[in-house]
T-cell receptor, first 115, second 113 residues
Framework: EAQVTQNPRYLITVTGKKLTVTCSQNMNHEYMSWYRQDPGLGLRQIYYSMNVEVTDKGDVPEGYKVSRKEKRNFPLILESPSPNQTSLYFC??????????????FGPGTRLLVL | AQSVAQPEDQVNVAEGNPLTVKCTYSVSGNPYLFWYVQYPNRGLQFLLKYITGDNLVKGSYGFEAEFNKSQTSFHLKKPSALVSDSALYFCAVRPETTDKLIFGTGTRLQVFP
């Protein structure tokens, strides 16, 4: 089954304790992205990657890091989480084939609470 | 600044009635337009997209959307709403010159029996 998986699905942590949220896709997509969803703000892009070893900042990259060492994986790293990073996080992937328009397929989400 | 607006936080409609969820955008060039749906405790699911061609686009679950270039709108429609259509709907735009999607703030659709 074609899918995007994220782990963990739920995470409670404390301020300053480094954490990683993993994302993996099995569709051989070149493009991967991280979003955060907050009430009243919709989805905002954190980072995206056009291919292996190619990453770029989205609209709200502060406090986050990413890496793209393999095509299928795109982990999101919070080096020193703060309470304002409490949010619902989504990973997404997309093919870059012409005509697709960058249609994105989303993972199930990771709900993060930073105390 | 490039943006997407969903002017209604919530839309209420009776089952069997037609529904419309509004979306307008402000981007330069020819955008790619999308609608996604989010059910409770789930990720976003792709509904439909406009890339080029016919202004009326048909998608999953009987939904359709009409691209109106002069009004810069891409409203989501369905002729007959179902209770199971109740969910959060997001409009998204990809400006022609970028590799990013800009999402609206979402509209909650509530269909009453």
């Amino acid at each position: 089954e074609a899918q995007v998986t994220q782990n963990p699905r739920y995470l409670i942590t404390v301020t300053g304790k480094k954490l990683t949220v993993t994302c993996s896709q099995n569709m051989n997509h070149e493009y991967m992205s991280w979003y955060r969803q907050d009430p009243g703000l919709g989805l905002r892009q954190i980072y995206y990657s056009m291919n292996v070893e190619v990453t770029d900042k989205g609209d709200v990259p502060e406090g986050y890091k990413v890496s793209r060492k393999e095509k299928r994986n795109f982990p999101l790293i919070l080096e020193s989480p703060s309470p304002n990073q409490t949010s619902l996080y989504f990973c997404a992937s997309s093919s870059l084939l012409a005509g697709g328009g960058l249609t994105q397929y989303f993972g199930p989400g990771t709900r993060l609470l930073v105390l | 600044a490039q943006s997407v607006a969903q002017p209604e936080d919530q839309v209420n409609v009776a089952e069997g009635n037609p529904l419309t969820v509004k979306c307008t955008y402000s981007v330069s060039g020819n955008p790619y337009l999308f609608w996604y749906v989010q059910y409770p405790n789930r990720g976003l699911q792709f509904l439909l997209k406009y890339i080029t061609g016919d202004n009326l686009v048909k998608g999953s679950y009987g939904f359709e959307a009409e691209f109106n270039k002069s009004q810069t709108s891409f409203h989501l429609k369905k002729p007959s709403a179902l209770v199971s259509d109740s969910a959060l709907y997001f409009c998204a735009v990809r400006p022609e010159t970028t590799d990013k999607l800009i999402f609206g703030t979402g509209t909650r659709l509530q269909v009453f029996p």
